[in-house]
């Protein structure tokens, strides 16, 4: 197994170094971390190509500008399928997805080609969301699985693992239309049309420790305009 973690940063100074420690520790030794930094403004890069320097398992892809999630998630899965990954995992910089779950998510690919961590399967829970903030979420995952069919809990979560085999299914990743956080529900649904078995395990998603979220207003009405593309148009 050689897993490669994918995770984008834009302004993560504060993070990315204990991320980096977190995830190899759990990782095997064939396993790398890939950051995708798009060029954040408060040095985060920099920080970045010390840690490469210093140690050979973590790797930096630099892009220009920041272009969305989707965006950078879908070079990053490039780069890592590239590097030779069979197994990609995704996952935010922040510390709200455990890096102790990745272990979990690989042992949970035995059986299936896209492994979810979820908030919403018994067993799952999220820890420092106000209530109006899980409501939101809550409606929002019940409104994708009633219009697109998709048979999972958590449609919108960000925690994921794929196998090689999964990812390469998407070819060289055109289809995929999303730029920003639309991008985690329509991977599922690619995913699911293509007859791929995808396995939701339980996760405890947690505020971010340090930083600021990069969360907007915007996010539910892309992912609204989204959720009726795919079903028009498949």
């Known amino acids: 197994m050689k897993p490669v973690v994918v995770i984008p940063t834009y302004n993560e100074k504060e993070n990315v170094a204990a991320m980096a420690e977190a995830v190899l520790a759990i990782l095997p030794p064939e396993g790398k971390v890939l950051f995708c930094d798009d060029n954040s403004p408060d040095g985060t890069g920099a920080i970045i190509d010390g840690l490469c320097a210093a140690e050979p398992r973590i790797q930096v892809l630099h892009r ?23 197994h990609v995992v995704e996952m935010d910089c922040d510390f709200s997805h455990d890096p102790k779950d990745v272990a979990r998510m690989l042992e949970a690919s035995a059986d299936a080609d896209v492994v979810i961590g979820s908030r919403y399967v018994k067993g799952g829970k999220c820890v420092g969301w106000p209530f109006k903030r899980w409501a939101i979420s809550r409606a929002g995952g019940i409104f994708i699985r009633i219009v697109l069919g998709l048979p999972v809990k958590d449609p919108t979560g960000g925690f994921k693992c794929f196998t090689r085999a999964a990812l390469e299914t998407l070819g060289d990743f055109s289809t995929i239309r999303s730029f920003g ?3 985690q529900m329509e991977m599922n649904f690619r995913m699911w049309k293509a007859g791929l078995r995808l396995k939701e395990i ?5 505020e971010r420790r340090a930083g600021y979220s990069k969360i907007s207003g915007s996010i539910a009405v892309e992912t609204l305009k989204m959720v009726w593309k795919l079903r028009v148009q498949g």
């Open 64 to 86: 220009e500008k920041k272009e969305g999630l989707g965006r950078a998630y879908v070079a990053g899965f490039a780069r890592a399928l590239a590097m030779g990954a069979t």
């Open 202 to 206: 339980p996760i405890t998603f947690a």
């Open 181 to 183: 956080y639309s991008f």
